[in-house]
């Protein structure tokens, strides 16, 4: 039987630099977000029920989603994420579940890398295990900028709309402190690679 590793952290954290760092190990990696663009692209599932929960002003001309003007309609207003997200996170849920099904259960752990792990209670049912990935604010700030291009104002509210990093460490079984040195930051996956592989062993 596999382990599961619940992968979170904030906006900026490195997550996904964390997850693959475990993927080049060989461990089978997952992401919600992945799930959700899959969800969301042209002819994707949810595409429907967002054009009717969420109204067609969130569409593109040729019918595919303007996905700056969703991120600029959720974040005007509360409900309108609160809307959205009983539209992606069932089916998000339901699309690692099935993934999860496919992995061959002799393979030791795998890792999901799931942003609002913290927020969603629900996704944690998905995984046994959950590994935090902390960071200073300053370098989350710089990193979403250089990535996404987005302004500072945007990425505090962005922020300040997640879990802390307190109700993080509540649920977490593992921490990471990626502060942007990539020796230490892969030495600690290495530590953890083999700490997983040995519960998976015991586990199994």
Sequence with gaps: MTLWVGL??????????????FASLGVPALSADE????????????????????????FLADG??????????????????????????????QKLHQAQQKIDNTVPYGIIEIPLLA?????????????????????????????????????????????DDHKRKSIADDIIINDGNWQQLNHQVMQLHGIYTELASAQS
């Design 119 to 163: 927020e969603k209670p629900e996704f944690q049912q998905l995984v046994q295990r959950i590994l935090i990935i902390e960071a200073p604010l300053n370098f989350r700030i710089e990193r979403i900028q250089l990535r996404s291009r987005l302004n500072e104002d945007l990425i505090r509210t962005i922020i300040a709309q997640q879990a």
């Design 35 to 58: 799930m959700s663009h899959k969800l969301t692209a042209p002819d994707g599932e949810a595409l429907d029920e967002i054009r009717q929960k969420c109204g067609s002003d969130l």
């Design 64 to 93: 595919t989603l303007d996905r700056q003007r969703m991120r600029d309609w959720v974040f005007a207003n509360n409900q309108h994420r609160i809307t959205l997200e009983s539209i992606l996170h069932p089916l998000i849920w």
């Design 8 to 21: 979170t952290g904030s906006i900026g954290s490195g997550k996904s630099t964390v997850a693959a760092c």
